[in-house]
């Protein structure tokens, strides 16, 4: 069972209940289904930017403890007008190369948007090579492929998606968690609120 303190959410499972948290506008989204870029190439911006009207964008990064075989997984959900409606720092006692952690980085964190009702969201990540595989059509069936497998059947359960490449100076908040990450056990949940760490940097 969860244990719920004050507006910070500590969980024993990786599967969150949906009515956690109110999904406010998604439902309302009337425009099409927002295309995935089938390659992606590093963008010029410098700076976070919102998404469209009734979208969540969800930052994602990845750090890794090779001293004590553990990996940390951070994630910020962020509304159209840039509140922050949740952010999740998870830790496991594995090791896995660089690609390989983002990879599931990127799964954990399109897994929690689930959880928490989101319909519409950019996914988005400074791991170009994890970015463009999720958006390809390449198949297989290493441990690498399955990774990116996964993660492309969690994103055909948003009514829209896409999947973009950021640089690392507009993913400092997401990366902040996933350094703290490695100090977390098991997963911790921020619902409607931010680590005091990276109020900040908002």
């Known amino acids: 069972m969860p244990i ?7 969980f024993n499972m990786r599967q969150i209940p949906a009515n956690t948290l109110n999904n406010t506008g998604a439902e309302e989204f009337l425009g099409s289904k927002i295309p995935a870029n089938p390659l992606t190439y590093p963008s010029q911006t410098h700076q976070w930017l919102p998404p469209l009207l009734a979208v969540y964008k969800v930052n994602w990064d990845s750090a890794v ?22 952010c999740m720092r998870m830790c496991r006692p594995i090791h896995l190369d660089p690609y390989l952690v983002e990879a599931f980085g990127a799964l ?17 990540g400074d791991a170009l090579n994890v970015i463009n595989d999720i958006n390809g059509n390449k198949e297989s069936w290493g441990q690498t492929g399955l990774l990116v497998h996964d ?45 005091s760490y990276i109020t900040s940097l908002l």
């Open 65 to 86: 403890d090779k001293v004590h075989c553990k990996v940390g997984i951070g994630a910020i959900f962020r509304d159209w007008e840039g509140r922050v409606i949740a």
């Open 151 to 195: 993660v492309q059947q969690v994103m055909k359960r948003f009514d829209s998606t896409t999947v973009n490449f950021i640089p690392r100076s507009c993913n400092n908040l997401a990366h902040c968690l996933a350094k703290d990450a490695l100090n977390v056990v098991d997963i911790l949940v921020n619902l409607e609120d931010v680590p």
């Open 108 to 124: 954990q964190s399109a897994i929690m948007a689930v959880d928490i009702g989101l319909k519409h969201i950019y996914l988005e």
């Open 4 to 10: 719920i303190d004050k507006r910070v959410v500590r």
